[in-house]
C-alpha cells in the first residue's frame, strides 16, 4: 500500500507549529510499517530551502483563473528523513519566506493545492490514499472526487486530519473561477455559512477526517468555530487518533541541540546542567523551580492570562519560583509579557521569537512547564516535556486530557485543572512548587514521566488501520 501526505508544514523544511512536527515525523514511522509514503508540501524561499539540495521531478503549470504560474515539482536528495519530501516551487506565489501570512494565501494554497493533483495525475502509479492536513489543502478531497479534470483519480480515498479547527480559511464565491471545473449543482460540498470554506469542504468531501486527539473529536461537536453541526454530521466516518512524538529527534540523551545530553540514569546531573545554562543565560535563580511557557502567544494557548498568573505567582510570599517564557505571537501580549522583566529581575525572564534550540534546552532545563490551553487539539509540548523530565502543567483539554494525569490520581504524574482561568493555573503552579519542595516524590515522578512511551509506533498503525479499511470498502 502507499499513500501521500499533503501539507503546508513539514519539520525541518518549514514550522509554525506542530502541524510540521506531526506531518515531518508521521511517514517516516510508517515506512518502518512497509507502508509506502511521502509528503509534498509548498517550497519556500527559507533558509532550509537555501540549505539543501533538490532534483526537478517535474515542470508544469498552473492557472489561477487568467492568470498562469510556472511549477516545478522538486525532489529532496537527501533521504535522511526517511521519506520523500516532495516541493511544489511557484515563483510569484509560493516562493516566499513565511508559510502563512500573505495577502493572497487563498490564491497560495489553491494553486498549490491544483498543482499537486496536476502532478499526481500523470503518475504511472498513482498513491492509493491521499492524506491531506488541515485547511491549506481542504480543497483537495473535493477536486480529486468533483473536478472533471482528476476524473481518474475519483476512486481514490481521501483522508483529512484536523490538526486545529479554528482555521479555516473561508473566501468568497467570487473566487470560484480558481477552481478547476466541475458540475456547479455540487456548489453546497464546498459552502459553509455562503462562502467558499475548505475546512468544511474537505469534512464534507474526505472519504475519512482524524482528529489529533480522541477528546479533541468530541469537543468539536461543541466547539468548532462554527462546523459544530457539521462535525456531529460526520461522526460516523471520523476518528481520534492521538499524535505522537519523533522520539529520534525528541530524545535527551541524543538531542544535540541541549546543552548536556542525559537518560533516565543521570536525569538528575543532566537536567541540573541544563537548567544551569538557562538561570547562566537569562538571569535566574537555579536554586528555585524553574517553570516555563513555549508557544504561540495567542488566545487558544490562553497566552493572555500568563501575564496576571505569573504576577499572581510571583507575588505570592508562600512560594519561591523563576520563570521564563518563549514565544510569539499577538503583540499586546508579547509586551504585556516582556514588562515583566525588569519588575521580576532575577527570578522572570521573556524571550520573544521563535527559536527551536532554546525550546529544546527549556524542556530539558525546566522543571515544570505550563499549558492553560483553552484549546489544544492535540499538544506536542507536554508529551516533549514528558520525555525531557520536566512535569506539566495543564488545563485538562482536547489532548492535554489525553495525555496528562494528575499527580492526586492513582499513577498521576502532572498537574491539572479544570478551566483556562487566573486562579485555576495560579493554584496549579502553588501545588507544583509543594511538590517541588518534596524531593523524593518529584524525582520519582521525573523518572516516571521520562518512561512513558509517546513514540508514533502506535498512532501510525491506528494510521494504517484506517487506510486498510477505506480500501476494503472502496
Ligand atoms: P501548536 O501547533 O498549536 O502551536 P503544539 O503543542 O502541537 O502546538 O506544537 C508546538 C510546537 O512548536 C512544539 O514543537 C513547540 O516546541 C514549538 N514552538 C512553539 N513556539 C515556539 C517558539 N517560540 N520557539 C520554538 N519552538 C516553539
Ligand atoms: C495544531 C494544534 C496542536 C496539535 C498540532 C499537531 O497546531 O493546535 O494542539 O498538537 O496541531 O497536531
Redesign the pocket.
Known amino acids: 500500500m502507499n499513500s501521500i501526505h499533503i501539507s503546508a508544514e513539514c519539520?525541518p523544511i518549514a514550522?509554525?507549529?506542530?502541524?510540521?512536527?506531526?506531518v515531518g515525523a508521521l511517514p517516516k514511522y510508517q515506512n518502518k510499517t512497509g507502508l509506502k509514503t511521502g509528503v509534498v508540501m509548498p517550497f519556500y524561499d527559507n533558509k532550509f530551502t537555501k540549505a539543501n539540495s533538490f532534483k526537478v521531478d517535474y515542470t508544469s503549470s498552473v492557472s489561477l483563473g487568467n492568470l498562469e504560474y510556472p511549477v516545478e515539482i522538486l525532489l529532496l536528495d537527501s533521504m535522511d528523513l526517511g521519506y520523500p519530501l516532495y516541493t511544489v516551487k511557484i515563483p510569484g506565489l509560493m516562493d516566499r519566506e513565511n508559510v502563512y501570512g500573505y495577502a493572497d494565501d487563498t490564491e497560495r494554497f489553491i494553486a498549490f493545492q491544483k498543482a499537486t493533483l496536476d502532478w499526481i495525475l500523470q503518475f504511472h502509479d498513482k498513491p492509493e490514499i491521499i492524506h491531506c492536513h488541515d485547511y491549506h489543502t481542504g480543497l483537495i478531497p473535493f477536486m480529486v472526487s468533483n473536478a472533471y479534470v482528476y476524473e481518474s483519480m475519483k476512486k481514490i480515498p481521501t483522508v483529512l486530519t484536523i490538526?486545529?479547527a479554528q482555521y479555516q480559511g473561508q473566501f468568497s464565491f467570487d473566487k470560484l473561477n480558481y477552481f478547476p471545473e466541475y458540475d456547479l449543482s455540487n456548489s453546497g460540498l464546498i459552502e459553509w455559512a455562503d462562502l467558499i470554506n475548505p475546512l468544511a469542504a474537505a469534512v464534507k468531501n474526505a472519504w475519512a477526517v482524524t482528529t489529533?486527539s480522541p477528546s479533541y473529536l468530541i469537543e468539536l461537536r461543541s466547539a468548532a468555530n462554527g462546523l459544530e453541526w457539521l462535525l456531529d454530521n460526520e461522526k460516523d466516518k471520523s476518528i481520534g487518533i492521538l499524535?505522537g512524538i519523533d522520539t529520534e529527534v525528541w530524545n535527551p540523551a541524543t538531542d544535540p541541540m541541549v546543552s548536556k545530553n542525559f537518560s533516565i540514569h543521570n536525569s538528575l546531573s543532566g537536567k541540573r546542567n541544563n537548567k544551569l545554562f538557562l538561570c547562566d543565560k537569562f538571569n535566574l535563580d537555579p536554586e528555585k523551580p524553574l517553570f516555563a511557557f513555549?508557544?504561540?502567544l495567542v488566545g487558544?494557548?490562553g497566552a493572555e492570562l500568563l501575564p496576571q498568573i505569573f504576577r499572581n505567582s510571583l507575588e505570592n510570599p508562600d512560594i519561591e519560583l523563576n520563570i521564563l517564557v518563549?514565544?510569539?505571537g499577538d503583540p499586546t501580549i508579547e509586551t504585556d509579557l516582556a514588562s515583566l522583566n525588569d519588575r521580576y529581575k532575577g527570578n522572570y525572564n521573556t524571550?520573544i521569537?521563535?527559536?527551536?534550540t532554546?525550546?529544546h534546552i527549556i524542556?530539558a532545563g525546566a522543571d515544570f512547564l505550563v499549558?492553560p490551553s483553552r484549546v489544544?487539539?492535540?499538544?506536542?509540548?507536554?508529551m516533549?516535556s514528558l520525555r525531557y523530565g520536566t512535569i506539566p502543567i495543564v488545563r485538562s483539554i482536547g489532548g492535554l486530557k489525553d495525555t496528562i494525569k494528575d499527580i492526586s490520581e492513582e499513577g498521576g504524574f502532572g498537574i491539572c485543572h479544570e478551566f483556562t482561568d487566573v486562579d485555576q493555573a495560579s493554584n496549579a503552579i502553588v501545588r507544583a512548587c509543594a511538590l517541588y519542595k518534596d524531593q523524593k516524590t518529584f524525582k520519582s515522578i521525573r523518572k516516571q514521566i521520562m518512561q512513558i512511551d509517546h513514540s508514533w509506533d502506535k498512532s501510525a498503525e491506528n494510521y494504517n488501520e484506517l487506510y486498510q479499511t477505506l480500501l476494503k470498502n472502496k
Not at 376 to 382: D, I, K, S, T
Open positions: 519539520y514550522k509554525v507549529g506542530g502541524l510540521a512536527d506531526v490538526h486545529n489529533v499524535n513555549i508557544g504561540r487558544e494557548k518563549l514565544g510569539s524571550f521569537g521563535y527559536d527551536e532554546l525550546s524542556y499549558m489544544e487539539p492535540c499538544g506536542l509540548n507536554q516533549y
